[in-house]
T-cell receptor, first 113, second 113 residues
Framework: GENVGLHLPTLSVQEGDNSIINCAYSNSASDYFIWYKQESGKGPQFIIDIRSNMDKRQGQRVTVLLNKTVKHLSLQIAATQPGDSAVYFCAEDKGTSYGKLTFGQGTILTVHP | DADVTQTPRNRITKTGKRIMLECSQTKGHDRMYWYRQDPGLGLRLIYYSFDVKDINKGEISDGYSVSRQAQAKFSLSLESAIPNQTALYFC????????????FGPGTRLLVL
């Protein structure tokens, strides 16, 4: 069935390392993808988005890569900091339900000082 | 995001009680959403509204109802609360016109005894 899923439920890194969080999707009609960060006790916070006509988009210390051939999305965080520790969710807009997002399970990122 | 507020932030209620969770936004967005989040799971859509006169069921609407009192207000009601409705509830908003990014409130933690 259609789903947005994550390869790794948890990721532990050392401060200063680069982090890569992965997400797989199965609906080739999806045309918009978002990464959210959720800290304990807070609502999801927008990090970065990408449209299906792009392969890469960069923000401040974050990069999202989209590989439509294998339906794969990744979030790269450079020089990971303890404050980056959170749950990261990918979400997709399936196009046919414009404005409705489907969320993945989430990956727990833990950054060790 | 302070632009999206939810009340109450925490609520304990008993089985069979009717309760209402409220959401207000100052972002001027026309679209509003209600999600629930359970431990280890992603966000699941309960109801969504694309404008004041538009209400739509999400994937898990049974046992819930909503009211869009104004563009800025969207409330979620549990008609007769049951223990498996214990969860975190999030309200979100987005703007029509190509920007599907949803902005989330801080959440309401609900415990049904």
């Amino acid at each position: 069935g259609e789903n947005v899923g994550l390869h790794l439920p948890t990721l532990s890194v050392q401060e200063g390392d680069n982090s890569i969080i992965n997400c797989a999707y199965s609906n080739s009609a999806s045309d918009y993808f978002i990464w959210y960060k959720q800290e304990s006790g807070k609502g999801p916070q927008f990090i970065i988005d990408i449209r299906s006509n792009m392969d890469k988009r960069q923000g401040q210390r974050v990069t999202v890569l989209l590989n439509k051939t294998v339906k794969h999305l990744s979030l790269q965080i450079a020089a990971t900091q303890p404050g980056d520790s959170a749950v990261y969710f990918c979400a997709e807009d399936k196009g046919t339900s414009y404005g409705k997002l489907t969320f993945g399970q989430g990956t727990i990122l833990t950054v060790h000082p | 995001d302070a632009d999206v507020t939810q009340t109450p932030r925490n609520r304990i209620t008993k089985t069979g009680k009717r309760i209402m969770l409220e959401c207000s936004q100052t972002k001027g967005h026309d679209r509003m959403y209600w999600y629930r989040q359970d431990p280890g799971l992603g966000l699941r859509l309960i109801y969504y509204s694309f404008d004041v006169k538009d209400i739509n069921k999400g994937e898990i609407s049974d046992g819930y109802s909503v009211s869009r009192q104004a563009q800025a207000k969207f409330s979620l009601s549990l008609e007769s609360a049951i223990p498996n409705q214990t969860a975190l509830y999030f309200c979100a908003t987005s703007k029509w016109g190509g920007e599907e990014t949803q902005y989330f409130g801080p959440g309401t933690r609900l415990l049904v005894l």
